[in-house]
Every structure is written in structure tokens, then in C-alpha cells.
């Protein structure tokens, strides 16, 4: 049975920082491409960030110098650090695995003075 479970949502204010994370099982975590979405209240859910494996990484245009993914493969957790978030950032965050139906119940974050 797969789960995944995100953390470390909550409010931050803007220019603040904030991390996620997701831990995973059920998974040969290593094997697998981990991603974050998020969505927004009125909005469909998007694309915010992918790890690869290996180091590679890839970003929306929105968040790209702003957020950064890494992964503990040893921990099956994904992370997403939010550095200098924006109002538009607020979300429900969702970490999948990428090319399943597998995704994790999402941790809301506010940003807001």
C-alpha cells in the first residue's frame, strides 16, 4: 500500500521561508521521480517542481530560483525548502510520484502578512 504523507505546511509571511516535506513508502523510493503540485483556491492543480534522482531537478517558471526539491533516498522524503514566498504561492502542496495515480493528502500553505 503506498503513502504519502506532507508536513510542514502553515502560514509564513512573504519574504519568510518555509519547508515541506513528504515522506513516502509503500514505493522503492530511489526508483522513482518524485514531483510537487499545488493548487489554489478557483485554480486547477500545477506543476511546481520535479526530482529526478541522480540531482537532477526541474521548476515552474513561477517558483524557479525561489524553491528548491531535494530528496533523502536513505529517508523515502521528498522536500520542498520556499525561500522569499509570494501571496500567489498560497496553496494546497501535493507531492506525487511521477506517472501514477499515487498522491499524498496535501498541507496548505498561506503566505500573508
Known amino acids: 500500500q503506498v503513502q504519502l504523507v506532507e508536513s510542514g505546511g502553515g502560514l509564513v509571511q512573504p519574504g519568510g521561508s518555509l519547508r515541506l516535506s513528504c515522506a513516502a513508502s509503500g514505493i522503492i523510493f530511489s526508483f522513482n521521480q518524485m514531483e510537487w503540485y499545488r493548487q489554489a483556491p478557483g485554480k486547477q492543480r500545477e506543476f511546481v517542481a520535479i526530482?529526478?534522482?541522480?540531482?537532477?531537478?526541474a521548476y515552474a517558471d513561477s517558483v524557479k530560483g525561489r524553491f528548491t526539491i531535494s530528496r533523502d533516498n536513505a529517508k523515502s522524503t521528498v522536500y520542498l525548502q520556499m525561500n522569499s514566498p509570494k501571496p500567489e504561492d498560497t496553496a494546497v502542496y501535493y507531492c506525487?510520484?511521477?506517472?501514477?495515480?499515487?498522491w499524498g493528502q496535501g498541507t496548505q500553505v498561506t503566505v500573508s502578512s
Open positions: 526530482s529526478y534522482g541522480g540531482g537532477s531537478t
Open positions: 506525487h510520484v511521477r506517472g501514477s495515480d499515487y
